[in-house]
């Protein structure tokens, strides 16, 4: 056996995550994303200010691809929301469960 063959990453998702409140910082008012294994938590804060964030996109196995290219079909049948920005702190939700508006007021 080749133990070489198995050294290749696993498919690693990234996730994109947003402040909640509106005391987040220059790092977690926009959203930012965060590599993790499928089975991690979501992170609760933002790890720069530990505001409350929430994750706003989740796209396992879909590294490459953009975010606005996912079918929101595709999104929702994978258990995922989707939200796509429409204004400064506002979010709407395109995809999945979850609030239909995100916003920072
Ligand atoms: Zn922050």
Same mark, same amino acid.
């Given at each position: 056996m080749n133990s070489l063959t198995r050294t290749r990453l696993p498919r690693v998702p990234f996730y994109e995550y947003i402040c909640s409140e509106d005391t987040g910082c220059e790092h977690c008012r926009e959203a930012f994303t965060v590599l993790q294994r499928i089975s991690d938590d979501p992170l609760?804060?933002?790890?720069?200010?530990?505001s409350a964030i929430r994750r706003v996109i989740s796209a396992p196995n879909?590294?490459?691809? +953009? #975010?606005?290219?996912?079918?929101p079909s595709k999104i929702e049948q994978a258990g995922f929301t989707q939200y796509r920005k429409i204004g400064k702190g506002v979010y709407e939700k +395109? #995809?999945?469960?979850?609030?239909g508006i995100i916003s920072a007021d």
């Open positions: 609760p804060a933002c790890p720069a200010c530990g879909l590294v490459g691809s +953009s #975010a606005s290219d996912l079918k +395109s #995809a999945g469960k979850g609030p």
